[in-house]
């Protein structure tokens, strides 16, 4: 599998990106508005100042006189230190004020004032010009007011309401990247609660999921629900062919064994018999062979999926002695039972466990001499171990942690039928139950001895 990113992350960086879109547009926007409602105070003001002073022009005597207010600059007042400047012209003759102060390009309309934004005196002013006639019929003079003022303090006001708008969007960006991680953990906890209702499910839990899922979820689940349910359906056709095909194996060459025996009696020349013989053996060693290729495979399947059967350990190993006894006296061995006299409650897979004693006490038959003797041994101290020791060969020269792997034999027994899984098998089941299996030669003499261990309930 391979991962290409957290879905979380990327939704969280799509909403926050969102988030940063969003308040740089309420900045620009705030600051935008704040700062031309501003100008326009000034320009109202401006135009107040103006119009007052135009109010104040008089005519006498043909002449156009002014007395200036002094409402009309006390208005502008003297915020940031900004300064004011005004110029009364008529006719092109300046009347009063600044004669330098610069006139609109266009002379303004009687009804309508003129704003404009120039630069004075390396100074850059905001103007307001309004036009009067004064006087009566065509002798009336046509005189422009321009009244200007520096722009100090719309500057430190729009500086404030840049700081405003500044902290007011980054407290924005940030409430909305919180949120937008709250959201992001919202949208995606539907898939982390099935993925926690699934994960707590056991090995052989394959009922179909019910849970409350968003929409967008649903066909996710019906196609996870009918996965599982052809995985439960393969499952259990494995189960069958495994237990099947062990029957179908082992009975023809049971069979065909059977037959060699048999003729093998009624040959008389030694090359013949020779030949049955061998051929004897290899129907031996391809029967061990795939029976024990089958156990392996009924371990690895039910491992995954471990029965949690009420079992008495004792009784399980007299059963497994008693199973296997005829093929011990076929060799005169005696198998020796130390399992103590009360039951031992043990909770686990009954066939597993029966699988791993029988491949082992089967290893020790085979492994061992005639007339010889096996033990049996089940010992309680602080965990549960099951041991069969023989007086074979033992293991020779061979790492013994090498010999629970698949096709592992020692190095000394290879003038014997075998498969190499007999203990592989053993190992497995003990993994399976939280044991373990320990493999040691015999202490006192020749052979081995080979133990399951498994920790008490």
Known sequence: MRISGSIRRRLFIQLALVAAVLSLAFFLVVRGVAERAAEGTQDDILSASATAIADSLRSEDGRVTLDLPYSALSMLGSINEDRVFYRVVSDGRTLTGYADLPQPNVPPRISTPSVETL??????????????????????????????????????????????????????????????????????????????????????????????????????????????????????????????????????????????????????????????????????????????????????????????????????????????????DLKDITIRRDLGPDPVAFTGDGILLQAALQNILDNAIKYSPDDSDITARLTLNGSITLSITDQGRGFGDTNLSDLTTRYMRGANVGDIVGSGLGLTIADEVAKAHGGRLEISPNTKGEGACVSLIFPRA
């Open 119 to 328: 630069t004075y005196r390396g100074d850059e002013i905001r103007a307001v010009s309004v036009t009067r006639p004064v006087g009566t019929g065509v002798n009336a003079a046509q005189v422009v007011v321009t009244v200007a003022q520096t722009r100090q303090g719309l500057a430190a006001i729009s500086r404030q309401i840049t700081a405003t708008a500044t902290g007011i969007g980054v407290g924005f960006f940030l409430l909305a990247t919180a949120l937008s991680l709250w959201a992001a953990g919202s949208a995606l906890a539907p898939i982390t609660r099935i993925t926690g209702s699934v994960t707590r499910r056991g090995p052989t839990d394959l009922r179909p999921v019910q849970a409350n899922a968003p929409d967008e979820l649903v066909p996710l689940i019906n196609a996870l629900n009918s996965f599982m349910g052809r995985l439960r359906a393969s499952l259990s056709r494995t189960e069958d062919f495994i237990a099947e095909a062990a029957h179908r194996v082992r009975t023809p060459l049971a069979t065909v064994r059977a037959q060699a025996e048999i003729t093998h009696r009624k040959l008389n020349k030694p090359e013949h018999k020779q030949a049955i013989r061998e051929m004897i053996r290899a129907i031996d060693e391809s029967s061990r062979s795939a029976g024990q290729m089958l156990d392996h495979a009924m371990v690895t399947f039910r491992a995954d999926s471990l029965a949690q059967d009420a079992l008495d350990l004792r009784a399980l190993m007299e059963e497994t002695c008693d199973r296997l006894a005829p093929t011990a």
